[in-house]
């Protein structure tokens, strides 16, 4: 019950996933909830598995989450829906924005990549923060894993270094890296080397939240590590999760509250999808109440420049485990707002077709960005070409001055482009270095009789098809709803008849 004491363990037979520890005349006193969980946290590889007498029920998360009986029958409706926009999806991209991302060799300037994985994959949400802030735990507690032998292994010690990948599988297994980087939608991740592949860890389970969602756990935040410790490019890899997570979690608790120099990279890397992450104060019900709202206040006002944002992020605090609150700990408060979150995670996994089409439109003005960038160049190249003059001197000079020859003034110029949206001229002259500049068409040469203009139908892509995708699958969802008397949802695909916690808010 929330709020209430935690009691003894009781004997209860042992079954196949839950140990129980025995009682006996012998047994000492009832420890308190910190240290029953700290004994579950240092020594997980034990094989008693301590149980609370009365877990928090589930029925929030199932409710929200979309667990229950009559969103799975929903589900069976909507999702042939979803699966027919997303190869529609596929079919836009190859024939509109990947011939002009092919010709202007897009892959060797940005690790932006669409394929099958990045489209028909389940939502994913990244997990971060510092070591033992209880990030796997919660991922269990999702899972209504907690206190089986099935369950995520945790630690009060930073017990892992890896990134963890917790996907659903028929069968419960462990996954090594090389296993998980064969895989067709990991299959990027063997650009980062075999020291990260050695790094990398999966577990597939037979979850039914899984076939929403895949969990992302990156090696906790931990301050104090050595300068180039690390033997794989942390950061980039931590950069190809954070730009494929529908949301981002960052869990804090309030023992570990300050910003180092590794947290503040991290953080760094989230500037421009603030509107997807979400910042977590865990283990909540330990602070007393009169401390709580400083506390909270403290971490989001803390974080608030790292981000680059002038509002203070969203922070919920909570004990988000399914032991109940500690005594005298605001209840009700920890309850709402973790329904809040609850709902974001919805929103991130219901709007995975919305997310999809969002990723290919951005990526599609990227490269229609990229490929006026290179004809600009060319084009400068071209009018400065003389008979006598050596192509390579010429090109050279363009790219290592470009700002001599107005290129970044004229491309500013056209109407649907912005100087902010740009790369820096640096990425330019490697990737020059790469590819001779003389070597492209220009915009206009690339287009043929049979074919067309490969700018046209991109610029069609980002202005027409994509949207007119998005505005489809709303209305064929909202005729399944309406047809089948199904739960209505909202524009994130969350239902609306459950109805959102009354603190949804960004603070206490």
């Known amino acids: 019950v929330a709020g209430g004491e935690e009691s ?254 590794e947290l503040e990279a991290v953080l760094d890397q989230l500037k421009g999808r603030e509107a997807q992450v979400r910042i977590l104060l865990n283990k909540a019900d330990q602070i007393p109440p009169e401390e709580l709202i400083k506390v909270q206040g403290s971490l989001f006002w803390n974080l608030s420049p790292l981000l680059g944002i002038s509002a203070p992020p969203i922070v919920y605090a909570g004990s988000f485990t399914s032991r109940p609150y500690r005594s005298n700990s605001p209840a009700q408060l920890f309850m709402a707002q973790e329904a809040a979150l609850l709902h974001d995670i919805a929103k991130a996994i219901n709007a995975r077709v919305d997310n999809r089409v969002a990723i290919a439109r951005r990526h599609a003005v990227r490269v229609r960005n990229h490929a006026q960038m290179v004809d600009s160049y060319l084009t400068t190249y071209n009018k400065n070409k003389g008979f006598l003059t050596s192509k390579h001197k010429l090109a050279e000079d363009i790219v290592e001055n470009p700002h001599s020859y107005n290129i970044y003034e004229g491309v500013s110029l056209l109407s649907n482009v912005s100087r902010y949206d740009l790369p820096d001229p640096e990425i330019y002259r490697d990737f020059f270095r790469v590819h001779n500049l003389y070597d492209f068409p220009t915009l206009k040469g690339s287009c043929s009789y049979l074919h067309g203009c490969p700018i046209d139908k991109i610029e069609n892509a980002i202005s027409t098809e994509l949207p007119e995708l998005l505005s489809r699958y709303r209305r064929l969802l909202t005729k399944a709803a309406v047809s089948n008397n199904l739960p209505q949802t909202d524009i994130h695909g969350v239902r609306t008849g459950v109805p959102p916690p009354p603190h949804h808010s960004k603070s206490l």
């Open 8 to 261: 003894d363990v009781p004997a209860l037979p042992a079954s196949p996933d839950v140990a129980h520890t025995p009682s006996s005349p012998s047994s000492p006193e009832p420890r308190d909830h910190q240290d029953e969980e700290d004994q579950y946290e240092e020594d997980y590889e034990d094989p008693i598995i301590l149980v609370p007498a009365s877990p928090r029920s589930r029925d929030q998360i199932e409710s929200i989450l979309g667990l229950d009986e009559t969103a799975r029958g929903a589900s069976k409706r909507t999702d042939p829906i979803a699966d027919a926009i997303l190869k529609d999806l596929k079919n836009i991209y190859g024939s509109s924005i990947k011939p002009l991302e092919s010709t202007y060799k897009y892959q060797d300037i940005s690790n932006r990549q669409i394929s099958d994985a990045e489209i028909f994959s389940p939502s994913m949400v990244l997990m971060l923060g510092p070591y033992s802030t209880g990030k796997s735990t919660f991922i269990n507690y999702l899972m209504g894993l907690e206190y089986t032998r099935r369950a995520l292994r945790t630690g009060a010690s930073p017990s892992h270094g890896v990134f963890r990948i917790i996907q659903y599988g028929s069968e419960d297994q462990e996954l090594d890296g090389t296993r998980l980087s064969a895989d067709w939608r990991y299959q990027f991740l063997q650009k980062f080397g075999q020291n990260f592949i050695d790094q990398l860890r999966g577990n597939a389970l037979d979850v039914p939240l899984l076939k929403k969602v895949t969990f992302v756990e990156a090696p906790g935040i931990l301050e104090m590590r050595r300068a180039g410790e690390r033997l794989y490019p942390f950061n980039d890899v931590l950069q190809w999760f954070i730009d494929r997570a529908d949301l981002v979690l960052v869990m804090f608790d309030y023992t570990k509250l300050d910003a180092g120099y």
